[in-house]
């Protein structure tokens, strides 16, 4: 609930584990809320959020979910650049068309025309002030809704001009991209935090850069030391004079990153494991007074037996025993291609810790 995560958010132990999950399982959202999730999104959500014992929330439905693209096919959205397929109660989106053809057509780009809202990132709702303060009071005391920047600053040129296009012209004239497009995108940033902070009532600031591959920074560490890391101090400015704490959001190996992080201030880091090692994210996020969610490996979730998943959580609580700040997570979401049998073995388990509650299956049983 979220008046746990409060508690938890001020250095006291409340009386639960606290978690957080992107749910998007029709299967699991139906058993516990007792309700179709298509025609009752919103209660359905809420209900499964209260039954599961989800205190941190990203995803709180305003309406109806559409019905999700068929299994197998591929959708086209009717105005903007980006396919659909299934990944759940909500498709994911993938981009495939960009604005610039070339590395060459970066230096060309207007960037007063790239808008936030415009782009159908992975962040399941916008960034805007009146959407922000509608889904708070839709979810009340159920959990802490937080919304999500998701194109802090590194994220931005993946979603604007595509993987390839970014790195060529990044590497080939930093400087030139540096000044042309990331200086940019910081006052961009800075504009969609403020439009945030004036509006959330979290005392976190969630913000969100893939920084990394599974193995490692996708450039030399010193490119973020010259082009990234300067810029994320000003980018937080008006969030820390506001009191708010820095969850740092990545997929990939970010132990390179881990100190660097800490030294420019930030709080708390969301993680995908086992990309991160946990023992790297505990050494550096493990101290009082710093954050660290996550720790459930979503591929062993999705592929594991119902045994290794007791497992996986047991283990994971002995690492983190002590560990004041850290939240259970998976980080990837539970997504609708998780047996279901799975996500009962990990709830069940999560009982055993504290972390959900005991009449979960049961609790809008008709």
């Not at 490692?216 to 994320?232: A, E, K, N, R, V």
């Not at 991160?276 to 493990?286: D, Q, Y």
Request: glycine share 8%; aromatic share 12%; net charge negative.
């Amino acid at each position: 609930m979220k008046k746990h995560v409060l508690i938890w958010a001020s250095g006291a132990k409340p009386d639960k584990i606290i978690c957080k999950e992107t749910l998007n399982h029709r299967g699991l959202i139906e058993m516990v809320s007792g309700l179709d999730v298509y025609n009752f999104t919103e209660k359905a959500y809420r209900r499964a959020y209260e039954a599961l014992g989800i205190d941190i929330i990203n995803r709180v439905p305003t309406d109806n979910a559409p019905l999700p693209t068929p299994d197998g096919e591929t959708g086209s959205h009717p105005t903007r650049p980006y396919y659909y397929s299934s990944l759940g109660v909500y498709d994911t989106v993938m981009r495939h068309t960009y604005p610039c053809k070339n590395s060459e057509d970066v230096w060309n780009l207007d960037m007063d025309t790239i808008h936030y809202n415009d782009l159908m990132t992975p962040v399941p709702h916008p960034c805007r002030a009146d959407d922000i303060m509608v889904r708070q009071q839709i979810i009340g005391d159920t959990g802490l809704y937080y919304p999500m920047l998701y194109t802090t600053l590194f994220m931005w040129g993946v979603e604007v001009l595509g993987f390839e296009n970014f790195m060529l012209a990044a590497c080939m004239e930093p400087k030139h991209f540096h000044d042309h497009f990331l200086i940019p995108c910081v006052n961009k940033s800075k504009a969609i935090i403020r439009e945030i902070i004036k509006a959330s009532d979290s005392p976190f600031l969630f913000v969100h850069d893939d920084l990394a591959s599974g193995t490692g920074p996708f450039f030399h560490p010193s490119w973020y030391d010259d082009y990234i890391f300067p810029h994320y101090p000003g980018i937080f400015k008006e969030a820390k004079q506001m009191g708010k704490k820095i969850i740092f959001v990545a997929d990939g190996n970010m132990s390179e990153f881990l100190p660097k992080l800490i030294e420019i201030g930030v709080d708390g880091f969301m993680f995908e494991n086992p990309a991160t090692p946990i023992e790297k994210v505990i050494e550096h996020f493990g101290q009082p007074g710093k954050f660290m969610i996550g720790g459930i490996n979503t591929v062993k979730l999705t592929t594991g037996s119902p045994n290794d998943i007791r497992k996986m959580v047991l283990d994971l609580m002995k690492k983190t025993d002590g560990i004041q700040g850290f939240a259970m997570a998976s980080c990837g979401g539970l997504h609708g291609d998780i047996p279901l049998d799975n996500l009962i073995a990990y709830f069940d388990t999560r009982v055993e810790i504290g972390a959900t509650p005991e009449d979960w299956r049961t609790r809008y049983e008709f």
